[in-house]
């Protein structure tokens, strides 16, 4: 068997605590009625390295994303996320500084599009949701407004939270967004770093 070092026992650690407290809640939850593992212990779990085994346990006891749980599922992905590829930069394809700077200045006109034609539709999104709600007429669901951040339009869905002053006491947009634009920041480093982009 590999041994492990110091990053990976760490990771290791916290991945099986999180998913050990994560069962705990969800089994205690649905017995009990009542959440034994704080909200704040849990979240922690997963942004510091426990994200693997926030979505294991999510994915086996809590599969639907409702208002009550968007935030620790919005938490728990871009933390695994960030959490991949910071293992990846360090384990599969090491940062090469001498090319990294030469490889970020290659154009990407494709992405650019891409990233720009998302932000404007969920800018709009986020426009439209913030209309409905005034008028009291039928809502996006927070999860399309999640997806379409995810999908690239996070910069558009930050900008319509800053416009039109629309879901910004939410955590999983207030907090979340900013999160799901560093996480697809370090993605695309890396993956520029690879040579994939």
Not at 25 to 46: K, N, P, W, Y
Request: net charge positive.
């Amino acid at each position: 068997m590999p041994t492990l070092d110091l990053f990976q026992m760490y990771l290791l650690v916290m991945n099986v605590s999180s998913f050990i407290l994560h069962a705990l809640h969800f089994i205690m939850l649905r017995t009990r009625g009542a959440d034994v593992v704080g909200g704040g212990v849990r979240a922690f779990l997963s942004a510091a390295g426990g994200a693997a085994g926030t979505m294991l346990a999510t994915l086996i006891w809590d599969r639907r994303t409702e208002k009550g749980n968007a935030w620790q599922h919005v938490l728990a992905l871009t933390s695994l996320v960030i959490w991949g590829v910071i293992y990846a930069f360090i384990y599969v394809r090491p940062l090469d500084a001498t090319t990294f700077v030469s490889k970020l200045l290659v154009r990407r006109d494709w992405l650019y599009i891409y990233v720009g034609v998302m932000s404007v539709v969920t800018l709009l999104a986020f426009g439209l949701d913030k209309w409905r709600a005034i008028k009291g007429s039928r809502r996006t669901r927070e999860a399309t407004l999640l997806a379409l951040s995810v999908l690239g339009g996070s910069p558009g869905g930050l900008l319509g939270m800053l416009i039109f002053h629309h879901k910004i006491r939410s955590p999983q947009f207030a907090a979340g967004l900013p999160l799901i634009l560093v996480a697809q920041l370090l993605a695309c480093a890396y993956l520029v770093n690879a040579g994939i982009l």
